[in-house]
């Protein structure tokens, strides 16, 4: 045990403070708290602060005077309109209307036609480009307008809350058969699973992000400790087996560190005042994530990292030469993208067929699983053989592993063949 806390503290320590290591940190925090802020950067650049948001859009009174009036007291009923009407109630030549725009006093105007078939003109919108309006802004003018059209149609038969009612789409919740929630309850169940999803979502990107640094690191510090000869002197005073597992240790606390480092990142980011406002306004609230997901989420993630750092160790110790690492560990970074891939995909369909088979194959199962349990609908039986044959992978590879690492680590040269291998594995006994 001592020589094995040598090995993770010896390990860890080389990785830390290498000033690659540190530069590397420090870049994808600076990515990160680009992405984080994407939205609040966007706007800064772009000039378009609180204030100064709403679009400026001038409202000619000259061909259609009701309709007019009547979409500007449709409009002042929006509470955020996102745009600001500008009245020209008296006949006003497209010269002065252009002259306007381009003096930056208005964005862009509406014009009313003549009706149309139903009693309701055609509408444009003029602006510099002709395509000014961004899409939710749009959406809340067609809205306004489609508002103006019933009250035409209704002819004053309806009152204004009516109205008002027919523009609100009817909602169409969803609930499990057998449960019987009351509506505070639904509300939760709402917020719990958006977090959720936002924590499933997050720990799919880690697992693939931390697994693919750790897992090459672990493979080419064998090699390059292998290439340069000094396998044969560390071999001498510690077990092969011992620095196999001492680097799969050490290069896990390394990924929690990471973990525990891009945490603070996104909260500190998270914590800024623009950013909590526009999660508050998404009606995100990451203290509903459930305790259960949380858990096998952890759960998950350290049994997959397990699973994939023993193939790694045996995959380095196989290669003498670090030009050739990275097409050797190839297959490896290959099932974890497939991995990958499989879960984000399905996050919209977590109860497909594919992710539940996925989700017994221990290549895959940590993040399949963890998308069934976050999102989807799993009985307590598939968690517990999906977990089940996750451990008896572990300890198999593991083993399989050691015996790979045990003999490759004193075989130079050219790579090994599997005939060559397996004869030198069973002349060792473990």
Known sequence: MNKLGTVVRFSLLSKVKKKSFMITMIIIAIIVSILVNVPYLIQVFTGKDDESKSVR???????????????????????NAGYTLIDYKQK?????????????KIDGYLQFGEEQKGGFPDVTYISKSGSDLEGSLQATIQSALQNVKMRIIAGGSL???????????????????GSADSGSKKDNSIESNLANYIYVYVLIILFLMINTMTGSMIASEVTSEKSSRIMEILITSVSPLTQMFGKIIAMFLLGLMQIAFLTLIVVGNVAMPHNRQAITEMGVDLSQISLDVFLFGLLLYVLGYFLYATLFAAIGSLVSRTEELGQAIMPITLLLMISFYVGMFSMGTPNAILIKITSFIPFTSPI??????????????????????????????????????RTGVLMYGKRPSLRELGKAMRAYKM
């Open 57 to 79: 859009i001038g409202l000619l009174y000259d061909t259609q005077p009701q309709i007019a009036e009547t979409f500007k007291q449709a409009s002042q009923q929006l509470p």
């Open 92 to 104: 006003t030549d497209s010269g002065v209307l252009q002259q306007d725009i381009d003096q930056d």
């Open 159 to 177: 009152s204004n809350e009516q109205l008002g009612e027919m523009g609100v789409p009817v909602q169409l919740n969803e609930q499990k058969a």
């Open 368 to 405: 399949s699983m963890l998308v069934r349990i976050g999102i989807g609908d799993v009985a307590a039986w598939e968690i517990a053989v999906s977990l089940a044959i996750l451990l008896v992978s572990i300890v198999f590879f593991g083993w399989l592993s050691a015996k790979i690492y």
